[in-house]
T-cell receptor, first 115, second 113 residues
Framework: DTGVSQDPRHKITKRGQNVTFRCDPISEHNRLYWYRQTLGQGPEFLTYFQNEAQLEKSRLLSDRFSAERPKGSFSTLEIQRTEQGDSAMYLC?????????????FGEGSRLTVL | GNSVTQMEGPVTLSEEAFLTINCTYTATGYPSLFWYVQYPGEGLQLLLKATKADDKGSNKGFEATYRKETTSFHLEKGSVQVSDSAVYFCALSVDTGGFKTIFGAGTRLFVKA
């Protein structure tokens, strides 16, 4: 299976700790997106990359959140000094702009629980 | 700004019943419209899409028509099955240089045998 993969699938941490999530997109996809989903809500946009360039970041995103895609392939999302309100499912998605339809391919997500 | 509003759930139906899940949107520009589905324990996946006005997207017996005049993209299925139980998300995507996709809050569907 060559879909989007995310790691770890589950992370439990104590408040104040740093956490990092990794996303490996579909190999030929040049766009990569991070979303956050809380219970009963739809995915909320966080940031996206085209190749290695971070082109947009949500204005609602705290400075404690940072994302990278250093070689235009995999991406990492780091949350520093975690808070209980950061508990959510973090979703990664990728797309290929060559087809220009906006269709996203999602991974299964990384669930974060902050105690 | 861009936003999506869909009917609140949960929606509970008996097998073989007719399904409608309403979705309306506001958008600048000319959005593409999508329905994504999330089955229990699985990631979101695309169910169907429409990229311009009057297009009809269809897949697995589900249909939705892009109605520009009413800014709607309602999801329908003529006869639901237990296996259709899932959360359905309406979404729009506008090319602002990156096709940022905005999702509705989701509608949970339960289908009883």
């Amino acid at each position: 299976d060559t879909g989007v993969s995310q790691d770890p699938r589950h992370k439990i941490t104590k408040r104040g700790q740093n956490v990092t999530f990794r996303c490996d997109p579909i190999s030929e996809h040049n766009r990569l997106y991070w979303y956050r989903q809380t219970l009963g809500q739809g995915p909320e946009f966080l940031t996206y990359f085209q190749n290695e360039a971070q082109l947009e970041k949500s204005r609602l995103l705290s400075d404690r959140f940072s994302a990278e895609r250093p070689k235009g392939s995999f991406s990492t999302l780091e949350i520093q000094r975690t808070e209980q309100g950061d508990s959510a499912m973090y979703l990664c998605a990728s797309s290929q702009d060559r087809f220009n339809t906006g269709e996203l391919f999602f991974g299964e997500g990384s669930r974060l629980t902050v105690l | 700004g861009n936003s999506v509003t869909q009917m609140e759930g949960p929606v509970t139906l008996s097998e073989e019943a007719f399904l409608t899940i309403n979705c309306t949107y506001t958008a600048t520009g000319y959005p593409s419209l999508f329905w994504y589905v999330q089955y229990p324990g699985e990631g979101l996946q695309l169910l169907l899409k429409a990229t311009k006005a009057d297009d009809k997207g269809s897949n697995k017996g589900f249909e939705a028509t892009y109605r520009k005049e009413t800014t709607s993209f309602h999801l329908e299925k003529g006869s639901v099955q237990v296996s259709d139980s899932a959360v359905y998300f309406c979404a729009l995507s506008v090319d602002t240089g990156g096709f940022k996709t905005i999702f509705g809050a989701g509608t949970r569907l339960f289908v009883k045998a």
